[in-house]
């Protein structure tokens, strides 16, 4: 079982499309992981049936049974991020300002604030149009731990590759370089670098870029919109080269992409024989690499 992996060092570049058209074409042979959990969308595109349904918590938050609180204040007094205010004379705790410290229980003279693990968003697993499997996940509103969430929604998708040998595990990643996308390059055979020639693409790519290396993983770029600016277009093939990061594929702008986006349908289902042509290439691409690089290690 091999583990590839697709991100972008910024939103926008196409990532989701691609990763989805190559769950198209893997279809039985993958299982798929949406792990841009906070703001996850590939479900828009592949018709899960959310078949199981899991709550996620991490993390806690505090609560002050108003039945023995004696307003003494002391929570208030001790809490560094603003979360305990007086309202009608009794002290209340802001879910959202929380950070689950726990210091104001710890100094609370009546033992009344407890800490509750803190729901911070589900966690599901879906038959998709393919035929095949889907791990996905939704992060609450304005809630932390993406991090864990990510691990979570990789761990279920090896769990099921296992399970049913599959051949993969396809991954969508975050864009950026933040605390989901080290979670989601943990264990990766093969990364996939979507961007586009821009002066934000090439920045972000390059961003994107070192903490792959930190983690020693071979990986390969597509060019997405690759024919809107020719210049920026040769400094990412060069940055590429100088890197030894390969070249897969350079796809040129095609508002098809918005077309298909739009039926509920990827680039690959719709009729754009060249794209899919193009697609299917450098999946095949991208399949052999991920074998020699697991072979090599």
Known sequence: MK???????????????????????????????????????????????????????????????????????????VCRFDAISLHNEQYVISPLDCEGCGYCARVCPTETIINNDLLVGQLFVSNVKTGGQMVHARLGIGADNSGKLVAKVKDEAKVLALKNKKD?????????????????????????????????????????????????????????????????????????????????????YDENFTKAMTLGQTIVEYENQNLTSLLEQTWEKIKQLTNQNNREK
């Open 3 to 77: 583990e590839i992996v697709v991100i972008s060092g910024k939103g926008g570049t196409g990532k989701t499309s691609l990763t989805a058209s190559f769950g198209i074409m893997g279809a039985k042979d993958v299982v798929l992981a949406d792990c841009d959990v906070d703001a996850a969308d590939m479900h828009l595109l592949m018709q899960p049936d959310f078949e199981v349904a899991e709550d996620f918590y991490s993390g806690e938050v505090a609560y002050i049974n108003q039945s023995n609180c004696t307003s003494c204040g002391l929570c208030q007094d």
């Open 168 to 252: 993969y595990i396809l991954v969508d990643g975050s864009p950026g370089v933040g605390c989901p996308v080290v979670s989601s390059l943990s264990g990766a055979s093969f990364v996939v670098l979507v961007t586009e020639p821009s002066v934000s693409g090439l920045h972000d790519l390059k961003r994107v870029y070192e903490l792959v290396k930190k983690f020693n993983i071979k990986a390969g770029c597509i060019i997405n919109k690759a024919d809107v600016n020719s210049d920026k277009q040769a400094e990412i093939k060069r940055f590429l080269m100088d890197e030894g990061i390969e070249h897969l594929i350079d796809l040129p």
